[in-house]
């Protein structure tokens, strides 16, 4: 009985620890969000679906070659702050990671990543 009980338990678990990898956001259901919310308030700039699918997996790509070589508090304070206010960003993560200098920004596409980023409207 308490050999099935370990079973079971062992078959709930990740092969890779939670934190060990990039969190898994669910982007296309958010940017038809985001762009249907943009179109919706009038904004001059406001972001296609499919740019904002693009620009989030560009952002995802980038957080899968670097991930383990950030450390865990930090992956933590940048997944908290990239997935505040119930928008869950690959941009905002990448971002938050940018600016506290675990990534190379230099490593960024030319073209700013705007997604589903709370920042996505904001004048550079």
Do not use: H
Request: with cysteine; glycine share 6%.
């Amino acid at each position: 009985m308490k050999a099935a009980f370990l079973a079971l338990s062992l078959l709930g678990q990740p092969a890779i620890p939670i934190s060990d990898r990039v969190p898994i956001f669910d982007v296309e259901a958010l940017c038809r969000d985001v762009s249907a919310d943009d179109k919706a308030s009038g904004l001059a700039l406001a972001q296609d679906a499919g740019e904002c699918v693009r620009d989030e997996t560009i952002a995802q790509q980038q957080l899968s070659s670097t991930w383990l070589t950030v450390p865990n508090p930090a992956r933590d304070s940048c997944e908290g702050e990239a997935a505040a206010a119930g928008i869950q960003s690959y941009v905002d993560l990448l971002t938050c990671l940018q600016m506290a200098g675990w990534v190379n920004p230099a490593a960024t596409p030319a073209t700013p990543l705007r997604g589903a980023s709370k920042r996505r409207n904001a004048k550079n």
